[in-house]
């Protein structure tokens, strides 16, 4: 009997993302593309959010006292760890986080213009996150490209 695991949180990032490269380069298009683009990064940052608490709770565990708190890395590490995997590595989820921090933690200055090619990499990062967790992680990201 096979286990498959889905979250809508990934799925609906790749939605957004698809939306976005399907965005025209008009200058309102150009508005539409980096909003679809910063959805689809904050999607897919919650869904390894989402992905993390789910695997808290169905391992019944608790979080350790260095994983309290808004930071995401001690939770990741923690639970590769309880996986009995190496933690990633951390400069490179600093680059991804960082992307998705950029818009929740505005400057003031202006929008961070994203492009397709590194919110492409954010989804496949925290979709590799979440498949740690999970490795029977279905993300149909494929059909939703295929209904454009």
């Known amino acids: 009997m096979s286990h498959l695991t889905f979250f809508t949180t990934i799925e609906d990032a790749y939605y957004y993302y698809f939306q976005a ?4 380069d008009t200058k309102n298009g150009r508005v539409i593309k980096q909003r679809h683009l910063r959805a689809a990064v904050l999607l897919g ?6 992905a993390m608490a789910s695997w808290m709770k169905e391992a019944d565990r608790v979080w350790p006292h260095d994983c309290k708190g ?11 760890e309880q996986l009995g995997l190496p933690p990633p590595d951390e400069s490179e989820f600093d680059i991804h986080r960082g992307i998705r921090n950029e ?4 400057s003031g200055v202006s929008d961070p213009p994203l492009t397709l090619p590194e919110v492409g990499d954010t ?5 590799r996150l979440m498949k740690t967790m999970y490795p029977h ?12």
């Open 70 to 80: 808004a930071r995401s890395f001690p939770k990741i590490r923690f639970i590769f």
């Open 103 to 106: 818009i929740t933690h505005p």
């Open 123 to 127: 989804l496949a990062y925290c979709k």
């Open 137 to 148: 992680l279905v993300v149909r990201e494929l059909c939703l490209q295929a209904l454009k």
């Open 21 to 24: 490269k399907g965005a025209s």
């Open 45 to 50: 940052w919650v869904g390894v959010d989402d």
